[in-house]
């Protein structure tokens, strides 16, 4: 059973200044809440505000109308980007986050839980972007996170490593359960690893839906609803099956 939310959005409104200084309202009634023990995806298509989203509840992104309480905690973060520092090798990025006062990290199971076993001596510029998005998942877990928040994270992967690397998040919350808020354009893969969607849309984007995943067990179920997603939701057709 899920206990009280850890995390409290309202945005009201978001707007972004455009190139000849005009305001733009890019989000509108944007409301959710959500507990340790979820995974909650941000469904929406490329470039419809899912990333200031996030940006807005890590307290990145300050400029907006409306509030994130989010309860005390260690957050784990994968950006789009995956942001290694270029001179050092990859188990000394995955170190650079250890909280203080914490044992040193398991380089080896970390590489191995993101399926990268033998790279941990090598530099950023000797990783594929596909491996360096997986040291940046790995780098979001070595602070065993209360929230992990993931941007994308299987842009660019193959679709069956992303099945694999999503059962790997699925297992972690099952193991230790923590809330996970990620984003994604795909409906196959938010309902692989999701047990609830945010369905963002709209001109000003807004939140249109918020549905519940059904158990992974029940397959008729869980294809009953991405059939009924696509023929709800225009932008997800090209999303696979």
């Known amino acids: 059973m899920l206990g009280a939310a850890m995390l409290k959005v309202q945005i009201r409104s978001k707007t972004f200044r455009g190139p000849r200084g ?12 959500a507990s340790k023990g979820e995974i909650v995806a ?28 989010l309860a005390t905690g260690r957050i784990g ?40 076993p ?44 992303a099945a694999a690397l999503g059962g790997r998040i699925v297992d972690r ?10 984003s994604t354009h795909d409906a196959a893969q938010a309902l692989a690893m999701a047990s609830r969607l945010l369905v963002i849309a709209n001109e000003p984007a807004t939140l249109v839906a918020d549905i519940p995943v059904p158990q992974r067990d029940d397959a008729v179920a869980i294809r009953r609803l991405h059939h009924d997603l696509l023929a ?4 997800l057709g090209n999303s696979g099956c």
Do not use: C, H, Y
């Not at 972007?129 to 780098?139: E, F, I, N, P, T």
């Not at 065993?144 to 299987?154: A, G, S, T």
């Not at 919350?173 to 990620?182: A, C, E, F, N």
């Open 173 to 182: 919350v099952r193991r230790r359960p923590m809330l996970v808020l990620l």
């Open 22 to 33: 005009l305001p733009r309202q890019i989000l509108r009634d944007v409301t959710f809440s």
């Open 77 to 116: 973060v994968m950006f789009q980007e995956p942001r290694l520092l270029p001179w050092m090798p990859v188990e000394d990025n995955l170190r650079l986050v250890q909280p203080e006062g914490a044992p040193p990290p398991d380089i080896a199971g970390l590489l191995d839980e993101v399926l990268l």
């Open 42 to 69: 941000l469904l929406g298509p490329s470039g419809i505000g899912k990333s200031t989203i996030l940006r807005i509840v890590l307290g990145l992104e300050r400029d907006f109308e409306g509030s994130v309480s």
């Open 118 to 161: 033998s790279v941990r001596a090598l530099l950023p510029s000797a990783l594929s972007l596909g491996m360096a998005r997986r040291v940046a998942l790995a780098r979001a877990f070595v602070t065993d996170p209360d929230m992990l928040v993931l941007d994308e994270p299987f842009a660019s992967l193959d679709p069956n490593l």
């Open 232 to 235: 709800r939701f225009s932008f």
